[in-house]
């Protein structure tokens, strides 16, 4: 487990990204995470302010996001938009053993709806990562295609992990890939 201790803080990272020479970087705004939930409104404009001073950016935020209804996502996301953060890459759902398959996709793919709208009304870009696991949805990458391909790809997208995708396809990967191309928002 990470403590919050652990992790650097705005300053520290800006140095650390500018030292490095990335353009910017990923920041986790969920629990253990640089950034909790319940302090984005605080903290996050301090990790984005640092890195400007430092000519970089937060060029998505990792969050554990997953429905409008969680008491923290309008929050976060309103925040994240308010901040010029246009991309955010969604928690994870696992798949419940004792519940019929279609019918949770069902119940996700409603949520990612609801996402959607919201993301449109934000002007935010929502990514759903793909993750090796045998409970993960979206780790046989057809499960993730079924969810998200009705959707405005500007709004609701893949974070495709080539690492998971290997993993769980092994050498059907590069199909996968092929299958998201259109809703494609990090690789």
Known sequence: DVCSSDLLGPEQTAETVA???WDGIECPV???GQVLPERVEEDLPKFVEALRQHGKEISIITTDVKNV???LT???LRTAAKLGIKRYRLGFWKYAKDRPIPAQLEEIRAELRDLAALNQELGLQAGFQNHSGADYVGAPVWDLW???RELDPKRMGVCFDIG???LEGGYSWPIEARLMEHHLTAV
Request: without cysteine; aromatic residues 0%.
């Open 164 to 166: 998971h995708a290997t």
């Open 19 to 21: 030292a490095i020479g």
């Open 69 to 71: 209804a969680q008491p």
């Open 146 to 148: 079924q969810l998200v």
């Open 30 to 32: 969920r629990a253990k």
């Open 74 to 76: 309008v929050k976060v």
